[in-house]
């Protein structure tokens, strides 16, 4: 019983709320994804330079291609931009998240 009260305490503080400067997973702090200008890499070739390209046009902090067939997380990511590739690894679509 003596050792539960003495470790009260540091449980407690782990149970806490996380300090400000420590960034929430799927946040970049100072990176926000916008996809508005991002229709004139549709139909290019996916490769490194436009991978590049499209994350300094979109804000994205991550690029994640999307090849076919393959399963993606749903989870949303405001600073992530996902750019699907047909099978001649050719962009068909760029979206936020």
């Known amino acids: 019983m003596r050792k539960a009260l003495v470790l009260a305490p540091a449980l407690l503080a782990a149970c806490s709320t996380a300090p400000a400067d420590i960034p929430v997973h799927g946040v970049t702090p100072g990176y ?45 990511r405001e600073d992530r931009v996902t750019v699907w590739l047909d099978s001649a690894r050719n962009i068909t679509k760029i979206r936020c998240g």
């Open 32 to 76: 926000k994804c916008e996809a508005a200008a991002t229709d004139q890499f549709v139909g290019k070739a996916g490769t490194s330079q436009i991978g590049a390209a499209i994350k300094r046009v979109t804000h994205a902090a991550v690029l994640r291609w999307a090849p076919p067939g393959v399963m993606l997380t749903m989870d949303y």
